[in-house]
């Protein structure tokens, strides 16, 4: 029997790994393919040529996001890299006395991935209060929402959000015991809808209350520029499989001065950050995908997005009740617009000075305002904007579970906006944050496309949806 050809539409759950970067990685693994077996950390040959290859990946990264070589960190992957730094971040605030005179906050947002709520979680068992702002419907936190929960959790005299965060001097502030918020975390991009948070602003905003601001950027890096300087934040989370790396291989990005309290406590390697032997091999494969995407990212950008674009047109058409959670299409993508909603200029210098006025800055509370605010809502200057590669669907009367496994039998790979946990299906928390009615989050799908993604995909996708809905 002929094998039924298969159509891969999950790149924002694991990228298929690039034959380049396999190639790029073998030397680093075993003998046959080259001698930088070593530990990184030996002193031998074996161990200097890996500590040399290691530290090409990390100026590769480095220079990808605009960051200093001893700034980045190599870990096991985006999990780690945001569990590492919310729980390091976190304890070295107290350490410095920060918890001594208050109780200390934490404001992050419900539409991250669980690989910062969880670790949120434990901050809060460990007396921590955590805020999480909503979403608007169209997956923006909107910067007057942290501005009014920054100003709740306690101002600070003389250190009005925005008075420090035009002055550029980033976090020079913290930490001190009399600041109440310790950190804020916010995604670049979310995974869900793709989503691209006003990152300058919001870490303004953080910065003139002192606290320390950092980003799950994992679905954006390699697929949009991400310059941690541009933006001014001092920490984010990476992940080298989403770009097509290896899997179980990530980083986290921390700015020069931060305090922080390591995790992984050993033999102090990563600058002591983050104790165990390094994945050389699989740092050498993040570094090499980071630099294939690098190459390709505005070509990609461009092609993924038409054909997304394309994709949204024509599962419309069908008329076959589906709808789109957000339409990234209204957005009009280009490269330059989703660096500018980044807070990113290309090719020439970006201001420090946030978008948002004073006055609508510590306008009223939207953190406790249900999420109805469009779009539009956005601070003056923010370009509402999405990811070019993902595109979030609703099905009316479907279940996304059996919505997947039709399409996977037709030979088609995507995944739900929804989490399968003990046999039942809870809709996703980003859908429901975002607003999404639960009937309707329950028939959710996400497509996402990524380097070898082509026409034939999503013409298979269109083709097995409407035979399916049909039925
Ligand atoms: N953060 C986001 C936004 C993600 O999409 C993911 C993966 O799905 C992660 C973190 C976790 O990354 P990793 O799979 O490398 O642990």
């Not at 945001?82 to 107290?94: D, E, P």
């Not at 994992?218 to 080298?240: E, H, M, R, T, Y």
Request: charged fraction near 15%; proline fraction near 5%; include cysteine.
């Amino acid at each position: 029997m002929p094998k039924t050809p298969r159509h891969y539409l999950d790149y924002a759950a694991s990228a298929p790994l690039r034959p380049e970067v396999l190639d790029a990685m073998l030397p680093w693994l075993c003998g046959p393919y080259g001698d930088g077996y070593g530990n990184a950390n030996s002193l031998y040959r074996e161990g200097k040529a890996a500590r040399q290859a290691l530290d090409e990946a990390r100026l590769v990264l480095a220079q990808a996001i605009g960051a200093t070589p001893p700034e980045v960190v190599f870990t096991s992957g985006g999990t780690e890299s945001n569990n590492a730094l919310i729980a390091g971040l976190s304890a070295a605030w107290r350490e410095r006395g920060g918890h001594a005179r208050q109780t200390g906050r934490v404001i992050s947002s419900a539409i991250e991935h669980h690989a910062v709520l969880e670790p949120l979680k434990h901050l809060k068992r460990d007396g921590l209060k955590v805020e999480l702002l909503r979403a608007d419907r169209q997956g923006f936190v909107q910067p007057e929402a942290l501005a009014a929960a920054l100003a709740a959790a306690g101002a600070v005299a003389g250190t009005g959000a925005l008075a420090a965060a035009g002055s550029g001097t980033g976090a020079a502030a913290w930490p001190g015991a009399g600041h109440s918020v310790a950190l804020v975390s916010i995604m670049a991009a979310n995974n869900e809808v793709g989503s691209l948070q006003d990152l300058s602003v919001l870490a303004a905003l953080a910065h003139g209350q002192g606290a320390i601001f950092h980003s799950d950027a994992v679905q954006i890096l390699g697929k949009l520029p991400f310059d941690v300087q541009q933006l001014n934040i001092d920490a984010a989370s990476f992940s080298a499989h989403k770009l097509g790396g290896p899997k179980g291989v990530g980083a986290f990005y921390l700015r020069t001065g931060t305090p922080f309290s390591p995790q992984a406590l050993g033999g102090g390697q990563e600058m002591g950050r983050r104790s165990g032997t390094q994945n050389v091999a699989g740092a050498v494969g993040f570094a090499r995908a980071l630099a294939l995407s690098l190459a390709e990212q505005q070509a990609q950008a461009k092609r993924l997005s038409d054909l997304r674009d394309r994709l949204a047109g024509e599962l419309l058409a069908l008329d076959a009740g589906i709808e789109l959670t957000v339409d990234p299409r209204a957005a009009g993508f280009t490269a330059e617009t989703a660096a500018a909603s980044q807070g990113v200029a290309q090719g020439t210098s970006q201001s420090a000075t946030p978008s948002a006025s004073p006055a609508t800055a510590r306008g009223a509370n939207q953190a406790a305002t249900p999420n109805t605010a469009p779009a539009a809502a956005q601070a003056p200057g923010h370009q509402p904007s999405y990811l070019p590669n993902l595109l979030s669907l609703l099905i009316a009367g479907h279940e996304s579970e059996s919505l997947i496994m039709a399409l996977d039998k037709a030979g088609v790979a995507v995944s739900s906006g929804s989490a399968c946990s003990t046999g039942s299906l809870d809709p996703s928390h980003v859908l429901t944050a975002l607003g999404v009615p639960r009937r309707a989050a329950e028939g959710a799908l996400r497509i996402s496309l990524g380097y070898a993604s082509t026409s034939a995909d999503i013409d298979a996708l269109v083709a097995a949806l409407k035979q399916i809905l049909r039925r």
